[in-house]
């Protein structure tokens, strides 16, 4: 994921980080449940940056919300903008199609809002046209998933994809090396293998296990998605029929690997999760199942994002740094959620 941007009206690609008096957050991509998320509760803004200025119009485009979290991203930017008395904020048609994505945002850069925030389908198709707005004069907060060119983008602000693999596999590292496990059984249950952000995620997971001398048994993905979660998960339950722990990369098809793990009646595990939804946290909390943890990748972000542009179109920085610009590069962290502090990442979860 990625970022880059200019001045008055601007499109927001969604993101959320701790911004001074910007709210803060951070979670994970593709496709699954249409439920809304729960947005971070936010205070009204009247004070310091968030006391009303200019006028801005931030445009903003993302995918289609066939997924929990790519809903979740939508809902986030549509009530941070709320917040702001002098923020206009005009969403174009959320879209799975990338030919409609950019003849959306081209609507957009005619429309000469002051600033773009952008959660492109595919940040090496969207590219071209993030540099048109950018070379029209309308800086781009690029959300999540980054485009290759940094001249076509103000900002980026995103997740963690290598940090959630590091933290999902210090956790499972650790308990098993606590709980005396030699040559433990891990399996993986990727989202979509080809994508950079997978591949990112794997890394880390591997990383942080080969630091406990453990790795990953058996590795396959499930594509983002319920169905795919069930097949893959009864498939890797079936060829193993001992398991010690297993990392879901996405909470979205984690409802159906979980779903597959109740019908084959194992529990001899436990399993992490991935993204931070608040269906998998309310799981954690009664600790009745295998989930004991998910690791985040918050659609929070996407506030964060429109609070970006915002501060950048109004040529304001962050009031925490002392640097007079908002940042480049914003990369949140990736948290690791668990029955003791649940209660305190519940807020900001998305609903799967």
Not at 314 to 324: A, R, T, V
């Amino acid at each position: 994921m990625s970022t880059s941007l200019p001045r008055r009206g601007f499109l927001v690609g969604g993101g959320v980080v701790g911004v001074g008096a910007l709210v803060s957050a951070c979670t994970s991509n593709e496709p699954a449940a249409t439920s809304s998320s729960a947005a971070a509760p936010a205070p009204a803004a009247t004070a310091g940056n968030d006391a009303p200025g200019e006028k801005v119009v931030i445009g903003f485009s993302a995918p289609a919300a066939d997924h929990g979290w790519i809903a979740a991203i939508t809902k986030n930017a549509q009530d941070a903008a709320k917040q702001y008395s002098d923020v206009e904020f005009k969403p174009v048609e959320p879209t799975n199609d990338i030919n409609a994505q950019i003849s959306a945002v081209e609507s957009l850069i005619a429309a000469k809002v002051g600033a773009l925030v952008i959660l492109p389908n595919d940040g090496q198709q969207l590219n071209q046209i993030a540099r048109q707005a950018t070379d029209a004069g309308i800086p781009v907060v690029n959300l999540d998933r980054v485009f290759p060119d940094k001249l076509s983008y103000r900002t980026w602000i995103g997740g963690d994809n290598y940090g959630m693999g590091v933290a999902a596999g210090q956790f499972i590292g650790k308990r098993l090396k606590d709980k005396g496990a030699s040559n433990p059984v891990i399996l993986e249950i990727q989202g979509i293998a080809t994508l950079p952000l997978t591949q990112d995620r794997s890394k880390g997971f591997a990383d942080a296990l080969k630091t406990y001398g453990f790795s990953v048994a058996a590795q396959q993905d499930a594509q983002f998605t319920v169905e795919s979660g069930t097949k893959v998960a009864t498939n890797l339950l079936q060829a193993h029929k001992k398991i010690d722990a297993i990392w879901n990369h996405d909470d979205d098809q984690g409802i159906g690997v979980l779903a597959a793990i109740k019908e084959a009646g194992r529990n001899e595990f436990f399993m992490v999760g991935g993204a931070g939804s608040a269906n998998a946290m309310r799981d954690i909390q009664a600790d009745t199942g295998v989930l004991k943890a998910t690791v985040t990748y918050s659609p929070t972000m996407a506030a964060s994002a429109i609070k970006l542009a915002r501060l950048i179109a109004q040529g304001k920085g962050m009031s925490d740094l002392l640097e007079k610009q908002v940042p480049q590069s914003i990369t949140l962290a990736s948290e690791t959620v668990t029955k003791e502090n649940a209660a305190q990442y519940l807020p900001l979860g998305f609903e799967s």
